[in-house]
């Protein structure tokens, strides 16, 4: 139940090379040769310190909007169903962790110019060569466009609207991404109609619109004071627009009906099934009446909105259930989260025969913030977690001696796969402090967001699209 972020404070835009290496900059390149690090495995002797290789990276880049965000989203647009070409732009609505909180707000942005550059999985020597020479958005990418896929930072447009308290989690409807729920730590959900900022975000043009802006007062379309206590848990349904759930932690979940474009109806009788605060929900995706929760007394519930008790609830793990993804593209498989740093796979055709777990992982030691499946490859998702890494995994991925003789052959080097970590973990991203959040996006496949203490992420890692290259390579 990790939830809120450690002493949170205005983020300053500042160079983070020292961290992540600087690929630009001879004078960060240590003289001896590099070597792969196993986060929970090696240890860092004195005098070693981490530099990020951004050739695993088909982009990389580093954003904040000021405060700290528990939570975002990322809002769909209309710029294309699936986009795979260099330079990206991509819309978001997050909301703060602010000292005061009259200080808070939801940032509705345009992130434009998300270059990057398509990497061969075994490149060539000269292309070995020159991956010491790129870095991420903090360089000064002096790549021509047509490597690069765009050149320079990308550009951040913002627009803020003022949020009483701070905002605990966020969510955009996908139908009509313009309509916004947000959870607050005053106990309140409330929906926010944005068009008016999306749009204006639409129209403008990146010069002079570089990450500042004055807070708007605007009112929500609905302000829900139903709730006992503060919450995190909402889901908008993906099947039926307008239709919301939200939980507390006080055990209880609300249904919101909508009524109209602009109006819903909350039902004051919650649904009670829980013995301990509801962590998260999700909508299943292919029957609308169908939910899931999980809470902190470590079970999972699947609920129908035609009873107030579940229809099915058992023990998920031995602490705390923090997250739960319900996969869009195999329907029949949950995942879930716990405080303990595990997470498990389950097969829900399974429930009846009792054990339906068909994978589970302690790789994480500390507690899992987020998990969220690729919407673009069933067998894939990734996970954050408070030991400041997010890891992706393709549950698809067995140890095959063959395929890494294959690799060896390829790469004419000496390539073995570590016994100790899980054949499925196929990427670990670090460099951020205090992870709370991830998304993939869902129209630009292989990218994902994150959030943390220090602002954003966005990364393309260049292999999780497949694990060899192919033959014509």
Known sequence: MVRSLKNPKKAKRKNKESKRGDGSSSSSVPSMPAEVWQPGVDKLEEGEEL??????????HAFSIGWPCL??????????????????????????????????SIGIFKITNISGKRRELV???????????ESDSSDSDEDSDDELGGSGLPHLQLRKASHEGCVNRIRAMSQ??????SWADTGHVQIWDFS?????????????????????????????????????????????PGRLISGDCKS???????????????DS????????SVEDLQWSPTEPNVFASCSVDGNIAIWDIKQKSPVVSFKAHNADVNVISWNRLASCM?????????????????LKEGDSVVAHFEYHKHPVTSIEWSPHEASTLAVSSADNQLTIWDLSLEKDEEEEAEFRAKTKEQVNAPENLPPQLLFIHQGQKDLKELHWHTQIPGMIVSTALDGFNILMPSNIQTTLPSDGS
């Open 269 to 276: 009788t919650p649904f009670r099934g829980h013995s301990a």
């Open 334 to 350: 949950l995942a879930s989260g716990s405080d303990d740093g595990s997470f498990s796979i389950r097969d829900l055709r399974m």
């Open 196 to 240: 008016s900022h999306l749009n204006a975000l639409a129209e403008s043009e990146t010069e002079g619109s570089q990450g500042s802006s004055s807070v708007f007062n605007q009112a929500p379309l609905l302000k829900l004071g139903g709730h006992k206590d503060e919450g995190y848990a909402i889901d908008w349904s993906p099947l039926v």
């Open 176 to 181: 009509n991404p313009h309509i916004c729920a």
């Open 252 to 266: 209880c979940i609300h249904l919101w009906e909508p009524t109209s474009g602009s109006t819903w109806n909350v």
């Open 123 to 133: 490149p060539s020597k000269s292309a070995a060569d020159k991956s010491d020479m």
């Open 71 to 104: 939570s975002f989203d990322v809002v769909r647009d209309s710029l294309g169903l699936v986009r795979t070409e260099f330079p990206h732009t991509a819309y978001f609505v997050a909301g703060t962790q602010a000292e005061k909180p009259s200080y808070n």
């Open 51 to 60: 530099q990020c290789d951004l050739s695993a990276y088909n982009a990389l």
